[in-house]
């Protein structure tokens, strides 16, 4: 089991509420979210000898920032009051991707576009869902993660391959801590996804 790592400033007391949780402090707390620990793909494709820069991840129209956003049932896009995550969501997403290609042990080098590596392919991230989504307020959200990547061959920084990575997950309850753990669950699926797409990839003779 993936477990939640939590960055606490201060610990707040948050209900649940018509889907948004509120309180009645202006006291944030700040969550951050796991890169896997391990790749759970077979051990024939690890040991690749390709590196890949990760770059910044680009953000979806009003998925921007750091605030935890979730979507009422009229599509209309919201966010947690007095929660935040950690850093901006492109830059966790990055930090946590490279994070876990490196603890899969399957790429030769891996790093972010601010290392100054040079890399055989450039991997580019598009957020395009990063929410809970309710279908009834006051009931437990579905946590929906959709992430597009490229692989850009270098030097010529030529298209070598797209895939779309999708997941959902199902809080527990419509409490920030089981939201923020049902995050944590949709994320860990999301990367495994996306280092099985990219080593699918890379794996092709």
């Known amino acids: 089991m993936i477990k939640t790592n939590f960055l ?3 610990t707040l007391m948050l209900t649940g509420c018509a889907g948004l949780l509120t309180s009645n402090q202006n006291i944030n707390e700040f969550y951050t979210l796991n890169a896997i620990p391990d790749y759970s793909g077979n051990d024939e494709n690890k040991n690749i000898a390709a590196s890949i820069m990760v770059q910044s991840a ?5 998925l921007e920032g750091n605030k935890i956003m979730l979507m009422h049932s009229q599509q209309r896009l919201d966010y947690y009051a007095n929660a935040r ?3 901006p969501l ?4 990055q930090t946590s991707v490279i994070e876990s290609f490196e603890n899969s042990h399957v790429l030769g080098r ?5 290392s100054g590596m040079r890399a055989d392919y450039a991997l580019t991230l598009e ?3 990063f929410q809970a989504e309710y279908q009834e307020e006051n009931q437990p959200p579905i946590i929906h993660i959709k992430l597009v990547g490229k692989l850009v061959h270098f030097p010529e920084r030529t298209l070598a391959a797209s895939f779309t990575v999708e997941t959902f997950q199902q ?4 409490e920030l801590a089981d939201i923020v753990r049902a995050f ?6 999301t990367q495994d996804l996306l280092i099985e797409e990219t080593l699918d990839y890379l794996t092709k003779p």
């Open 8 to 10: 606490i400033v201060m």
């Open 58 to 62: 680009s953000v979806s129209k009003g």
């Open 85 to 87: 995550w950690s850093s």
């Open 90 to 93: 492109s830059a966790m997403v």
């Open 110 to 114: 891996v790093g972010g576009d601010y």
């Open 127 to 129: 957020i395009q869902d």
């Open 171 to 174: 809080a527990d309850e419509n």
């Open 184 to 189: 944590d669950k949709a994320f860990a699926g």
